[in-house]
């Protein structure tokens, strides 16, 4: 049993099949945590050695980002082998003795799920584009150029979509003239799940993961596999050169079915697994119905609306959140989900900057500022992921030459940026901001040279800061951020009333304090949390105040008046009892 389990189990309060309400997932990115044989890139030997730092800071379980067989041009978001590993990252022998050592610490594992496109180096896809009536032709979503326009010609793709990467949504295949699909790059073509034969086939490299003793799946874009099959073009918006296919693609008329069928194919009788959705632009409805357990779809996910309030004029204009933004958007969700459905809840993963630079103040705040987020996000309703370095209060990189970079997604958007006439210097300003590289640096253990991460050249430069933002550093250091993660994980453990106590938000007579408490029969908490880099005072209503009176301090990351009606200082954050 995992950790969480045997939790539940003593406190009796939750069935084997919802353990997860109380764990707390870590997003490993394997390709920056730890590299083991000096040639600059992580790899799974690298994760068994650091084992250790995830059991000290009190993890149930650990989320694998792709270590499939993969030509990298999404850096393994590109699949060409669901079966194999990647020999930068290993071999099933190694996978097999990390998955048994992950297991020995009652912790579970987790892969990420990439099904709705593969790498165009996958056998599928090598077979599909070979001729026009191949076997798996319609595996894959191909379709003739535009009536009255040549195949390659300007305009001829078959809808006018554009990809999350920048361009046309079509690539022509020169062999068969025809167009492939590709929601992302183009190396990326989209799986046809209107074919039954592609659905069976997934299903089947799912249990054999499953049956390998994996304990679920992270689902990238999984709201995606469902496309309307009249393929419509999208709207175009002033100054944009393609249009936006987003509303014919996500959330299909099929979705619901493939999930329940999925859940019936894949997970049924299989004990206490877990299943989240990456799903983009879900609604509040949408997501209800995602993880309704009486639906039987997933069990969470992944909703991007607050990590979607700070683009501007577009990801890469981003704005600064007016106070109270956050808080919000948190709300609502706590709101919507309340009754059925689950949250997870988040600030970062491997395709979000960094949290403390993006929602913090990573200057003179660091620390409160990166405590103060963690606790109001571990303290809500829902399932917290700690992507890594994020216990350690990782910042962005400083970033400033283009040559600096390694994702497909930044390099397109400066490409396409400054061959339309943008100036490189602003352009580099928004990848300062929201490049998904920040999230990419290695992880920093020490203060050596290249953080501890490895002996070799980094395959992306390492944050110069680790020599003061490190795992060694803070170990055992009262206030840390590390310390702070491990006692906000040690709280969801031991107080049901985390898991699955009610969420009220508190008025607290200031935009930039958020407020809110927790109850659960006879058990409540309330945290109170200053998100500015000024002091700020808390007024909260009378019938709040005189409840709260007296109240237990049980923690807190600052040094000021125990008081739950004191002046906060900036980027205090304290938890009350009662």
């Known amino acids: 049993m995992s950790r969480s389990e045997i939790l539940l189990a003593e406190d009796g309060t939750a069935t084997q099949t919802d ?27 690298g994760i068994l050695q650091r084992l250790d730092h995830l059991e000290r800071l009190g993890i149930d379980v650990i989320w694998l980002s792709p270590i499939y067989r993969s030509p990298h041009a999404d850096n393994g978001y590109d699949i060409s082998d669901y079966q194999d590993i990647d020999p930068l990252f290993g071999t099933l022998a190694d996978f097999d003795e990390l998955l048994a050592a992950v297991h020995a610490r009652g912790m579970k ?37 535009r009536p009255g326009h040549a195949p390659g010609a300007p305009g001829a793709e078959p809808t006018n979509w554009e990809s999350f990467f920048s361009g046309p949504t079509w690539t022509l295949d020169e062999r068969t003239g025809q167009y492939y699909l590709h929601l992302f ?32 799946f992270r689902m990238d874009v999984i709201n995606l596999i469902s496309k309307d099959p009249e393929l419509p073009d999208g709207l175009v918006g002033d100054g944009r050169a393609y249009g936006d296919g987003f509303p014919h693609y996500s959330a299909g008329p099929r979705l619901h079915e493939y999930l329940q069928e999925m859940r019936r194919e894949v997970f049924d009788g299989r004990g206490a697994l877990l299943t989240v959705g990456e799903t983009p632009g879900v609604t509040k409805a949408e997501a209800a119905l995602f993880s309704d357990p009486e639906r039987r779809e997933l069990d969470m996910v992944f909703q991007f609306e607050h990590v979607s309030l700070d683009h501007g004029e577009g990801k890469f204009r981003p704005r600064r959140l007016a106070p109270g933004e956050l808080a919000a958007s948190f709300t609502e969700w706590q709101t919507a989900l309340a009754d059925a459905g689950w949250n997870s809840l988040y600030l970062s993963n491997h395709d979000q900057p960094r949290p403390v630079s993006r929602f913090g103040d990573a200057g003179r705040w660091w620390r409160e500022s990166a405590t103060a987020l963690a606790t109001v996000l571990h303290l809500q309703r829902g399932t917290p992921y700690v992507y890594q370095g ?19 997604e930044t390099l397109n958007h400066y490409a396409e940026a400054v061959t339309r006439g943008d100036d490189p210097a602003s352009v580099i300003d928004g990848l300062l901001a929201m490049s998904r590289d920040h999230a990419r640096t290695p ?44 006692a906000l994980i040690e709280l969801r453990h031991r107080l049901p009333v985390i898991a699955e106590g009610d969420f009220t938000r508190v008025e607290a007579g200031d935009p930039a304090i958020f407020a809110f408490e927790r109850v659960l029969g006879d058990d409540a908490l309330l945290v109170i949390a200053n998100l500015s880099s000024d002091p700020r005072s808390v007024e909260l209503p009378p019938e709040s105040g005189e409840r709260w009176s007296g109240a237990e301090l049980l923690l807190g990351n600052g040094v000021s008046d125990r008081s739950v009606t004191a002046t906060l200082a900036p980027w205090e954050a304290k938890v009350y009892t009662r």
């Open 185 to 216: 790059a183009s190396k990326q073509p989209d799986l046809n799940w209107e074919n039954p034969e592609v659905r069976a086939a997934v299903y089947e490299m799912m249990r054999w993961w499953l049956d390998r003793g994996v304990d679920g």
């Open 19 to 45: 353990w997860w309400k109380r764990a707390v997932v870590y997003q490993v990115y394997p390709r920056s945590f730890q590299d083991s044989d000096g040639d600059g890139i992580g790899d799974l030997r």
């Open 390 to 408: 994020e216990e350690l209060g990782m910042t962005n990189a400083p970033f400033r030459q283009i040559s600096d970079y390694r994702d497909v």
């Open 109 to 145: 594992l987790v892969m990420d799920l990439v099904v709705n496109h593969t790498s165009d180096e996958h056998p599928w896809f090598v077979e599909s584009r070979s001729s026009l009536d191949n076997p798996k032709r319609d595996w894959y979503w191909w379709r003739a150029a």
């Open 443 to 486: 992880v920093q253990w020490d203060a050596t040279e290249n953080a501890g991460f490895s002996r070799g050249e980094p395959w992306i430069r390492v944050n110069p800061n680790h020599v003061v933002v490190n795992a060694a550093q803070q170990y055992d250091a009262p206030g840390s951020v590390f310390e702070h993660y491990r």
